[in-house]
Antibody, heavy 127, light 109 residues
Framework: EVQLLELGGGLVKPGGSLRLSCAAS????????MSWVRQAPGKGLEWVSS????????FYAVSVKGRFTISRDNAKNSLYLHMDSLRAEDTAVYFC????????????????????WGQGTLVTFSS | SYVLTQPPSVSVAPGQTARITCGGD??????VHWYQQKPGQAPVLVVY???DRPSGVPVRFSGSNSANTATLTISRVEAGDEADYYC????????????FGGGTKLTVL
């Protein structure tokens, strides 16, 4: 059974930093593209970032580009999200998600659907 | 940036058919995926590639995509289908971005 477990959420101050991790079991992470998707309280889903299996193709939402960094360690079957310059609007539950299928056009490969999701970790702000 | 538009809510009686739409400019040229999310839970993939079902998803769930509208159809709706549903595509028109629709709350009357 595939399981994704997010860790690292918590209370942060505006302008602060936080590192989220996602531990995978039941799958070999090296076979999957991975992504972070967030959900603000009472709101819809918002894609944050994606990384392909070899860390060659990395994509960010406009809202986080330049502040967040996605990375992975296939040997540890883990995905990470380093978040800097955090803002109140970054408050959300952060989910990691896997994608077995990819779509390649030219030299760019994108993950397709998000086939497995973790339960999420909450990032909130203190004043 | 690319926008996907979903109705905020759809209501249907048990045993009836629910149709949830996802509108976007020429969305028929993109591959649309659908997710179900129940309160307090993570999203679950229910349809991918416009109309394929992952293993374990009931055949009552189906999808279609043409022109400017993709549709998730749930036949013989059950109380357990009550949830939020989101459509999703990748937009490569400028920078590569994954885009979600705003979500539709399905209420089973």
């Amino acid at each position: 059974e595939v399981q994704l477990l997010e860790l690292g959420g918590g209370l942060v101050k505006p302008g602060g930093s936080l590192r989220l991790s996602c531990a995978a079991s039941g799958l070999s992470l090296s076979d999957y593209s991975m992504s972070w998707v967030r959900q603000a309280p009472g709101k819809g889903l918002e894609w944050v970032s994606s990384i392909d299996s070899g860390s060659s193709h990395i994509f960010y939402a406009v809202s986080v580009k330049g502040r967040f960094t996605i990375s992975r360690d296939n040997a540890k079957n883990s995905l990470y999200l380093h978040m800097d310059s955090l803002r109140a609007e970054d408050t959300a539950v952060y989910f990691c998600a896997s994608s077995r299928r990819i779509y390649c056009s030219g030299t760019t490969c994108l993950p397709m659907e998000f086939d497995h999701w973790g339960q999420g970790t909450l990032v909130t702000f203190s004043s | 940036s690319y926008v996907l538009t979903q109705p905020p809510s759809v209501s249907v009686a048990p045993g009836q058919t629910a149709r949830i739409t996802c509108g976007g400019d020429n969305v028929g040229s993109k591959s649309v995926h659908w997710y179900q999310q129940k309160p307090g839970q993570a999203p679950v993939l229910v349809v991918y590639g416009d109309s394929d079902r992952p293993s374990g998803v009931p055949v009552r769930f189906s999808g279609s995509n043409s022109a400017n509208t993709a549709t998730l159809t749930i036949s013989r709706v059950e109380a357990g289908d009550e949830a939020d549903y989101y459509c999703q595509v990748w937009d490569s028109s400028s920078d590569h971005q994954a885009v979600f629709g705003g979500g539709t709350k399905l209420t089973v009357l």
